[in-house]
C-alpha cells in the first residue's frame, strides 16, 4: 500500500512537472518573452490600480469625460468632491491630470520640470516611462543639479489644439516647463475623420464634443459601457486570484492568455457600438451619443472637405500647434521636443509574424486607411517645415525590430514598445544637447539623413574621450583579450562592458541604439593597452555614413562597422 501511495506520488509530481515545462515553452512562444513572476505581478498590479483608479483615461471613446472650457475635457473631479484645497496641494489630481509631482512650485529654483503632453500613447508612455525618464533625464546632466519633476499632462483622446490650449493656460497661472515631450500625430490626422467631420462636427472641436455638451447617451452606448464594465471586472477578480499562484508557470500562462483575450473583446465591443451608432449624415449624433441641438457650440462652423483637402489641412494644422508650443516654451528659457508616434497601419514601418497582426491589425478598422494615408503628409510636413524645431520622426523606430511592441489595433504599445520609445526619445534629447556643446554640427547632412549614425558617433566619441582620461591616468587603455560588447558570449549583459572605465570616467557606459539582445549589434571594444578600436557593428545605415563620413568606416570591415581608432590598431 505504502509503495502504491509512493508511486502515485511521484506520478503526480511528474505530470506536474511535465506540465509546467509545456508552460514554460509555452509561454516563450505566445508571447516571445521569458515567463517571469515578478513581471506578471507587476502586470497585476497594474490592472488592480486601474480598478481603484478608473483606468487609463480615454482609451475609449466612451470614458466618462467632464468637460472643460480649455482643455475640451478632464477625467476625474475627485479633488473637488472631497474639497481638497488645491491652492495649497498644487497636485495634478487638482487640475485633473494624474501622477505625484506638483504642477506648480512656489520657486523653481531647485525643480527641473518636464511634462509629457498629447494623447492616450502619450498618457500610457508617461506611466510606463515616468521614474526611469527622470533618472536618464538626470544622467544626461541638463537638469544642472535641480531636482527633477516628471509631469504626465496627456489625456485619452487629446489632439492639437488642446495640447497647446494646456500648456498656454498652466503657464497664464504660474506654471513653468523647462522641457516639454509632446508625442502625438495620430489623434491628430486620424480622429477628425472617424468622430469629427463625418458628423459635421467642426474637426479641431475635442472627440466626441457634441457628447459633452449634451451628454444624452443613446442605447447602443449603454449597452457598450455594460459589457465592458463586466469585462473590467472580470479581468481585475481574474488578476486578483491569479496574482498568489504566480510560482505556477502553468497558471502564469493560462491567466495571461485570458487576460488578453478579455482586452480583445473589450476592442471588439467598442467597435460594435461604433458601428451600430454609424453616423448618417444627421448632424444629431455622435458616436453613441446623442446632441439634442443642432448649434455652433456642439456642432462648430460648417465645413465640407474633401479627404485631400482635410490631410493637407491637418498636417498643417498640427504643425503652426507644433511651433506655437515651442514659442511658448522658449519664451520661458524651456524647450519642448516633439515626436510623432509610429503607428502600425504605415507601410513596412514594422515587421510583424502572425501572432502580432492578429493583435495590431484590423483590416475593417477605420483607423487603417486613414492613418496608413495621412501620416504621410504628417511626415511631409515635418521634414520640410524649418520651423518645426527638435521635431523627430519615429514613424519607422521599429522596422528593424522583430518582437511584438503592439497591444492593439489601434496604436498602443506593450512595455517593449514604450521602452523603445523611451530610449529614442532620450536619444534626441542628448542629440540636442550634444549639437549646443559642440559634440555634432547641426545640419552636417548626416544630422538629418542619418540621425542615428549621429547618436551613435556621439556615444563613442564620448566614449574615446575617457579612454583617453583613463590612459592618462593609468598609463594605457582598458585592456580586452578580444572584441567585446555589451552582450557577452554567453549572452549575459552588463553595462561594464569596458572594464574600469564606469563610472569614474563616464556616468554610464552607452549601448547601441537598436536596444536587441543580438551580440553582434553592439558597440565593440578591443585594446591591448596600447591603442584601441570602438566600432558601432553591423550597423543598418553604413552605406549612408559612407559618402558622408568616410573616414569613420572601419578599414578592416567596410561598411559593416564604424567608429574610432588609434592608428595601430586600425587593421584589427
Same mark, same amino acid.
Given at each position: 500500500?505504502?509503495? +502504491?501511495?509512493?508511486?502515485?506520488?511521484?506520478?503526480?509530481?511528474?505530470?506536474?512537472?511535465f506540465i509546467e515545462g509545456i508552460s514554460l515553452v509555452s509561454y516563450k512562444l505566445i508571447f516571445h518573452e521569458s515567463y517571469n513572476a515578478e513581471t506578471l505581478k507587476n502586470k497585476?498590479?497594474?490592472?488592480?490600480? +486601474?480598478?481603484?483608479?478608473?483606468?487609463?483615461?480615454g482609451a475609449e471613446i466612451g470614458a466618462a469625460r467632464l468637460i472643460h472650457p480649455?482643455?475640451?475635457?478632464?477625467?476625474?473631479?475627485?479633488?473637488?468632491?472631497? +474639497?481638497?484645497?488645491?491652492?495649497?496641494?498644487? !497636485?495634478?489630481?487638482?487640475?485633473?491630470?494624474?501622477?505625484?509631482?506638483?504642477?506648480?512650485?512656489?520657486?523653481? #529654483?531647485?525643480?527641473?520640470? %518636464?511634462?509629457?503632453?498629447?494623447? !492616450?500613447?502619450?498618457?500610457?508612455?508617461?506611466?510606463?516611462?515616468?521614474?526611469?525618464?527622470?533618472?536618464?533625464?538626470?544622467?544626461?546632466?541638463? #537638469?544642472?543639479?535641480?531636482?527633477? !519633476? %516628471?509631469?504626465?499632462?496627456?489625456?485619452?483622446?487629446?489632439?492639437?489644439?488642446?495640447?497647446?490650449?494646456?500648456?498656454?493656460?498652466?503657464?497664464?497661472?504660474?506654471?513653468?516647463?523647462?522641457?516639454?515631450?509632446?508625442?502625438?500625430?495620430f489623434n491628430e490626422i486620424v480622429l477628425p475623420l472617424t468622430d469629427n467631420i463625418p458628423l459635421d462636427t467642426f474637426p479641431y472641436f475635442p472627440r466626441g464634443w457634441p457628447n459633452l455638451v449634451e451628454k444624452i447617451p443613446s442605447s447602443g452606448f449603454m449597452k457598450y459601457y455594460v459589457k465592458n464594465s463586466i469585462f473590467q471586472a472580470a479581468k481585475q477578480r481574474l488578476a486578483a486570484l491569479a496574482e498568489d499562484f504566480l510560482f505556477s508557470r502553468t497558471i502564469g500562462c493560462l491567466w495571461r492568455i485570458i487576460d488578453n483575450q478579455f482586452d480583445l473583446a473589450m476592442i471588439r465591443n467598442g467597435y460594435r457600438m461604433m458601428e451600430s451608432n454609424a453616423p448618417s449624415g444627421d448632424r444629431t449624433k455622435n458616436n453613441g451619443f446623442v446632441a439634442s441641438s443642432n448649434n455652433m457650440a456642439t456642432?462648430?462652423?460648417?465645413?465640407?472637405?474633401?479627404?485631400?483637402?482635410?490631410?493637407?489641412?491637418?498636417?498643417?494644422?498640427?504643425?503652426?500647434?507644433?511651433?506655437?508650443?515651442?514659442?511658448?516654451?522658449? !519664451?520661458?528659457?524651456?524647450?519642448?521636443?516633439?515626436?510623432?508616434?509610429? #503607428?502600425?497601419?504605415?507601410e513596412n514601418s514594422k515587421p510583424m509574424d502572425d501572432a502580432e497582426k492578429a493583435q495590431a491589425i484590423d483590416v475593417k478598422s477605420n483607423y487603417a486607411d486613414i492613418a496608413k494615408e495621412g501620416y504621410g503628409y504628417l511626415r511631409r510636413r515635418l521634414k520640410s517645415d524649418s520651423n518645426l524645431k527638435n521635431s523627430a520622426d519615429l514613424t519607422f523606430i521599429f522596422k528593424n525590430i522583430t518582437q511584438h511592441v503592439y497591444k492593439d489595433s489601434c496604436c498602443h504599445f506593450n512595455d517593449y514598445g514604450y521602452d523603445l520609445l523611451l530610449q529614442a526619445i532620450i536619444l534626441s534629447i542628448k542629440q540636442n544637447y550634444a549639437i549646443e556643446s559642440g559634440i555634432l554640427k547641426p545640419k552636417e547632412g548626416l544630422m538629418h539623413d542619418v540621425p542615428y549614425?549621429?547618436?551613435?558617433?556621439?556615444?563613442?566619441?564620448?566614449?574615446?574621450?575617457?579612454?583617453?582620461?583613463?590612459? #592618462?591616468?593609468?598609463?594605457?587603455?582598458? +585592456?580586452?583579450?578580444?572584441?567585446?560588447?555589451?552582450?557577452?558570449?554567453?549572452?549575459?549583459?552588463?553595462?561594464?562592458?569596458?572594464d574600469g572605465l564606469s563610472p569614474e570616467f563616464i556616468d554610464t557606459l552607452p549601448r547601441d541604439i537598436r536596444y536587441d539582445n543580438n551580440k553582434f549589434h553592439q558597440y565593440m571594444y578591443r585594446s591591448d593597452g596600447r591603442d584601441y578600436k570602438i566600432v558601432s557593428h553591423q550597423p543598418d545605415d553604413c552605406d549612408k555614413v559612407k559618402p558622408v563620413k568616410p573616414e569613420r568606416i572601419d578599414p578592416v570591415r567596410d561598411c559593416f562597422a564604424y567608429g574610432f581608432w588609434t592608428p595601430g590598431a586600425a587593421q584589427w
Open positions: 500500500m505504502k509503495l +502504491k501511495i509512493i508511486y502515485a506520488s511521484i506520478s503526480i509530481v511528474f505530470v506536474y512537472l497585476i498590479h497594474d490592472i488592480l490600480d +486601474k480598478s481603484e483608479k478608473g483606468g487609463a483615461p480649455y482643455y475640451g475635457y478632464l477625467f476625474d473631479d475627485e479633488f473637488r468632491k472631497k +474639497k481638497v484645497d488645491c491652492q495649497d496641494a498644487y !497636485s495634478p489630481e487638482c487640475w485633473g491630470f494624474s501622477g505625484n509631482d506638483k504642477i506648480f512650485h512656489k520657486s523653481y #529654483n531647485n525643480v527641473f520640470v %518636464v511634462a509629457i503632453v498629447g494623447g !492616450s500613447v502619450a498618457w500610457e508612455f508617461s506611466s510606463y516611462a515616468q521614474d526611469r525618464l527622470g533618472e536618464k533625464i538626470e544622467a544626461l546632466g541638463i #537638469n544642472k543639479g535641480k531636482k527633477v !519633476s %516628471v509631469l504626465n499632462l496627456a489625456n485619452g483622446g487629446y489632439k492639437q489644439p488642446q495640447q497647446l490650449m494646456l500648456l498656454n493656460d498652466l503657464i497664464a497661472m504660474g506654471a513653468k516647463f523647462d522641457l516639454v515631450i509632446a508625442l502625438d500625430g456642432l462648430g462652423p460648417h465645413m465640407t472637405y474633401s479627404r485631400e483637402d482635410f490631410f493637407e489641412e491637418a498636417s498643417n494644422h498640427w504643425a503652426n500647434c507644433i511651433v506655437l508650443m515651442h514659442n511658448l516654451i522658449e !519664451s520661458q528659457g524651456g524647450k519642448l521636443f516633439h515626436f510623432l508616434q509610429p #503607428n502600425q497601419y504605415v549614425a549621429s547618436l551613435r558617433l556621439a556615444d563613442l566619441e564620448n566614449i574615446t574621450v575617457a579612454l583617453d582620461a583613463f590612459k #592618462n591616468k593609468y598609463g594605457g587603455y582598458p +585592456k580586452s583579450t578580444s572584441f567585446s560588447g555589451f552582450i557577452k558570449d554567453n549572452g549575459e549583459s552588463s553595462y561594464f562592458w569596458i
